[in-house]
């Protein structure tokens, strides 16, 4: 350790040791976990960039894990800002193609010449294109431990449960946040964080939302995407759409609500028979609320 | 008292008591480490305290609660450090109190950039490995490296005579 870093050590050590942690801070943590009980989940997906998976098939990986999870099914108009431009452009408005490995290999291609923002966009707006048979060729567990699924057998399952309900995600803009070009520093990793927003096939019908609120962040090291976090927060929504179509499923369709639910009865389960229910009952209560 | 399943289903795990453990054991520790990015007991204190209730509602999922709670942590570090710098507020004056040189060494510290910052203090106070510190900070570890490299060479020039 040289004289610098043993400085470096000893004074942050001093530093930290001017902090003053409270004795009742149990206590504070007891009531925010109390006031929030009853709220719905805020979702958050981390892939880990040193996965090997990752290293080797990062857009497939990536891809794969929040295409099974959120279904960013139709994204029409990603309105991308220009830097302090007042200009914005649109771009992919047309259905990126459905065969997954085109999907895949797409992106390297933008990648030469397309900016770090761009790449983001084109990136989560290629999304939707990879089906089940794609994501099934993920292995990582790693890319995985935050989600709903309890493996990577379940994905295809859960994307089919999103595609039941209609659940869309549009990328409303995107915006570089921290990094090459947009920061006075000259790390090489850049951020850029897109707000998204949901709806679902009972909200439609209903005429409520898009909901806001959801944010994207893709994380990109030299032109690859590396990282992908997805912050993806129900909380408007659930009270509106989700509790009530919740409560009408209870009492019209109780046993079929556990199949739905799974034993847990926090996440959709992954079974075909659900998948299956999931579309028959969200068209039903369509009917019956608002045909 | 609520009783969650672990990522195995045959494993019952008894929340309240997790995260009770994992309190006694992180959140003086985790406050030290907010306060040493952000320079605030206040806003260190929010920021670890809303990190618990993160584990908290993510226990059944997650399979390391206190790697998790530092990745919680730092990840909200930077979110109010980047609100500093897009709302260009002057970082805190040092504490009171603080011997010269540690205060010497604040001052250099938050001109650094916030990933800089962050590598450094995760490496020298933590005394975290790189590749520690690219999962907490949900950096490439080769990133982190690089970060390590360019804030020490600044903490170099300024700090040394």
């Known amino acids: 350790m040289s004289r610098t870093t043993e400085r470096v050590s000893r004074d942050l050590g001093q530093i930290a040791d001017q902090a003053t942690p409270s004795s009742s801070a149990w206590d504070s943590i007891r009531t925010r976990i109390d006031a929030q009980t009853d709220e719905p989940d805020v979702h958050v997906l981390r892939l880990n960039a040193e996965d090997k998976e990752v290293r080797t098939r990062p857009w497939l990986a990536v891809a794969a894990v929040a295409a099974a999870v959120v279904s960013l099914a139709v994204v029409v108009g990603v309105v991308v800002m220009s830097g302090d431009e007042d200009s914005t452009s649109e771009m992919a408005t047309e259905a990126p193609p459905t065969d997954p490995e085109a999907a895949t290999e797409a992106p390297a291609t933008d990648t030469e010449t397309a900016s770090d923002l761009e790449l983001a966009t084109q990136f989560l707006h290629d999304l939707h294109s990879l089906d089940a048979q794609a994501v099934t060729v993920m292995e990582a567990d790693a890319i995985v431990s935050y989600m709903a699924a309890r493996s990577t057998d379940d994905i295809p399952g859960l994307q089919g449960v999103m595609e039941a309900r209609g659940s869309e995600f549009t990328v409303e803009n995107c915006e570089e946040v921290a990094g090459r070009g947009a920061a006075a520093d000259d790390e090489s990793t850049t951020r850029v964080e897109c707000d998204l927003t949901f709806e679902d096939a009972i909200s439609k019908a209903a005429g409520l939302g898009p909901y806001p609120g959801s944010l994207a962040t893709v994380w990109i090291e030299d032109g690859a995407v590396t990282l992908l976090t997805l912050r993806l927060d129900f909380r408007q929504w659930f009270p509106e759409v989700g509790g009530p179509f919740g409560a009408w499923l209870s009492e019209a369709h109780p046993e079929d609500q556990r199949v739905m639910h799974g034993p847990e009865g926090d996440h959709p389960a992954v079974t075909a028979v659900s998948v299956a229910l999931w579309e028959q009952y969200t068209a039903e209560y369509i009917a019956e609320k608002y045909g | ?161």
Not at chain 2, 45 to 51: A, G, L, N, T
Not at chain 2, 58 to 76: F, N, Q
Not at chain 2, 132 to 153: F, K
Request: glycine residues 6%.
């Open chain 2, 1 to 161: 008292m609520s009783v969650k399943k672990a990522t195995d289903p045959s494993i019952q795990v008894d929340s309240d008591q997790l995260l009770e453990d994992l309190y006694k054991v992180e959140y003086a520790g985790m406050v030290r480490l907010a306060y040493t990015l952000l320079g605030s007991n206040e806003e260190a204190e929010e920021i670890v305290q809303e990190s618990f209730v993160d584990v908290y509602r993510r226990l059944d999922e997650i399979k390391r609660p206190g790697g998790y709670l530092r990745t919680a942590v730092v990840s909200r570090c930077r979110s109010a450090l980047r609100r500093r710098r897009v709302m260009a507020l002057h970082p805190p004056e040092p504490p009171e109190g603080l011997p010269s040189d540690a205060g010497e060494l604040w001052d250099v510290l938050t001109k650094l950039p916030e990933n800089q910052r962050i590598a450094v203090v995760l490496r020298y106070y933590g005394g975290y490995r790189a590749s520690e510190i690219a999962t907490i900070a949900a950096i490439p570890a080769a990133t982190v490296r690089s970060h390590l490299r360019r804030g020490l060479a600044v903490l170099r020039k300024e700090l040394e005579p």
